[in-house]
């Protein structure tokens, strides 16, 4: 059963950069789809970026430029010129399964709790 925790969230300036890391146990990050979501208040929960097995990465266009995914075991969401919008709580998934739509959440087995992530204007 993989196991995933977040951490590196807080409040930070509009224009500032934020690491967030998610530790991965009870499986390797390598062996799985591994992606960040967000949740801001009021609103769905959102794809932002994801990493295949084969370290392929994909992007939501409205963090294109601006965040970085990585994985070594622990998998990382490098954000910088954060915006106000970016808002949110930000979760970690995981799935052994490649459908193509990486983007929904259903598709992913494994979740974080997720840490908050706050940008104030």
């Known amino acids: 059963q993989v196991q995933l925790a977040e951490s590196g969230g807080g409040l930070v300036q509009a224009g500032g950069s934020l690491r967030l890391s998610c530790a991965v146990s009870?499986?390797?990050?390598?062996?799985?789809?591994m992606a960040w979501f967000r949740q801001a208040p009021g609103r769905e929960r959102e794809f932002v970026a994801c990493?295949?097995?084969?370290g392929i990465t994909y992007y939501a266009d409205s963090i294109k430029g601006r965040f970085t995914i990585s994985r070594e075991n622990t998998v990382y969401l490098q954000m910088t010129s954060l915006k106000p919008e970016d808002t949110a709580v930000y979760y970690c998934?995981?799935?052994?399964?490649?459908?193509?739509?990486?983007?929904?959440?259903?598709?992913?087995?494994?979740w974080g709790q997720g840490t908050q992530v706050t940008v104030s204007s």
């Open positions: 998934a995981a799935t052994p399964n490649w459908s193509g739509y990486y983007y929904s959440p259903a598709e992913y087995n494994y």
């Open positions: 990493i295949t097995w084969s």
């Open positions: 009870g499986g390797r990050s390598s062996s799985h789809i």
